[in-house]
């Protein structure tokens, strides 16, 4: 499989659960309002993706039905089947130049506005 084919499997694979997907995290219910992501330049069968979550359940410790939560994360190409994809239970480490994309194309897209927006004001300080 090239580093096309992979691209092609994994963005029909995302691009079918963008948006208005409900998504459980635990006890924790949200839907994905938004979301983009790279192919890392260093391991081809690794995306990472920067998610943007409405909560839809209310939770411990003041959690409110409504908030806004963003989750940096990777999926894996499983090699058994070349078109199946999981999301890993682990933290991404994520290269210089692909976190450096993954939020150039954030900016790009409008549902990430109020993100980069904050982004930017913490940098400029």
């Given at each position: 499989?090239?580093?096309?084919?992979?691209?092609?499997?994994?963005k029909n694979?995302?691009?079918?659960?963008?948006?208005?997907?409900?998504?459980?995290?635990?006890?924790?219910?949200?839907?994905?309002?938004?979301?983009?992501?790279?192919?890392?330049?260093?391991?081809?069968?690794?995306?990472?993706?920067?998610?943007?979550?409405?909560?839809?359940?209310?939770?411990?410790?003041?959690?409110?039905?409504?908030?806004?939560?963003?989750?940096?994360?990777?999926?894996?190409?499983?090699?058994?089947?070349?078109?199946?994809?999981?999301?890993?239970?682990?933290?991404?480490?994520?290269?210089?130049?692909?976190?450096?994309?993954?939020?150039?194309?954030?900016k790009t897209?409008?549902?990430?506005?109020?993100?980069?927006?904050?982004?930017?004001?913490?940098?400029?300080?």
């Open positions: 499989m090239t580093n096309l084919d992979i691209e092609k499997s994994f694979h995302f691009n079918n659960k963008l948006e208005n997907e409900e998504c459980k995290f635990g006890d924790h219910t949200f839907i994905r309002i938004a979301a983009t992501y790279v192919q890392q330049t260093n391991y081809p069968t690794k995306f990472i993706a920067l998610e943007v979550f409405k909560r839809t359940s209310e939770g411990e410790l003041g959690l409110k039905k409504g908030d806004i939560e963003y989750l940096f994360s990777y999926f894996n190409l499983i090699r058994k089947n070349s078109d199946s994809w999981v999301r890993a239970k682990h933290h991404s480490l994520i290269p210089n130049a692909d976190f450096l994309t993954l939020i150039k194309k954030a897209d409008k549902s990430f506005s109020a993100f980069i927006s904050s982004l930017e004001d913490v940098l400029a300080e």
